[in-house]
């Protein structure tokens, strides 16, 4: 099972908005509804900020949304801030109960 | 409040066996599975396999098959993952994480295991 992929970095101004992708196969990302994407600070934990694709969880900023297109599915954060610079990972179902996440995505805010 | 705290850093040496507890709290333990992480120094998330608190069944990815074993104690609403047969590259922080239909809401704060002679 390969890793979806994700750009390693990108960045914005305070304020922007920035796209992140998450391109997985047919088998993944594809073929299911269950995408997820977790922010993680620096030696902290992962934190849920959208599940099965384009659903947030209570107290996550409607900054953050989320969509699939084919074997792609996207992440973009609006109104860009400086507490939004972290890694983030998108995750997919694969089947038969497993799960793979993405390369993982830098976001730099300039 | 609904929370997952992990069990302290471990140093083993190769060869060794780790194992790594996740206690649940705010909860009922059995609605949910239970998923393990790997996160290697300055790496990504890597999806290790997932535990039905419920009913035990297992799941883990193909690369830790025969290498790792995931159980829970419901009386203590608490689920472990043992390594064994660990390696230099195993060093790493583990994660427990509830999950749900795909969705790991509730992480545990990590466990960092390093192997090393």
């Not at chain 1, 992140?20 to 900020?49: E, F, R």
């Not at chain 2, 206690?23 to 990504?44: D, E, H, L």
Request: aromatic residues 10%; proline residues 4%; contains cysteine.
């Amino acid at each position: 099972q390969s890793a979806p992929t994700q750009p390693a970095s990108v960045s914005g101004s305070p304020g922007q908005s920035i796209t992140i992708s998450c391109t997985g196969t047919s088998s993944d990302v594809g073929s299911y509804n269950l995408v997820s994407w977790y922010q993680q600070h620096p030696g902290k934990a992962p934190k849920l900020m959208i599940y099965e694709g384009n659903k947030r969880p209570s107290g996550v900023s409607n900054r953050f949304s989320g969509s699939k297109s084919g074997n792609t599915a996207s992440l973009t954060i609006s109104g860009l801030q400086a507490e939004d610079e972290a890694d983030y990972y998108c995750c997919s179902f694969a089947g038969s109960t497993t799960y793979v996440f993405g390369t993982g995505t830098k976001v730099t805010v300039l | 409040q609904v929370q997952l705290v992990q069990s302290g850093a471990e140093v083993k040496k190769p060869g060794a066996s780790v194992k790594v507890s996740c206690k649940a709290s705010g909860y009922s333990f059995s609605r949910y599975g239970i998923s393990w992480m790997r996160q290697a120094p300055g790496q990504g998330l890597e999806w290790m396999g997932w535990i039905s608190a419920y009913n035990g069944d297992t799941n883990y990815a193909q690369k830790f098959q025969g290498r790792v074993t995931m159980t829970t104690d419901t009386s203590t609403s608490t689920a472990y993952m043992e390594l064994r047969s660990l390696r230099s590259d195993d060093t790493a922080v583990f994660y427990c994480a509830r999950i749900l239909m795909g969705r790991m809401d509730v992480w545990g704060q990590g466990t960092t295991v390093t192997v090393s002679s």
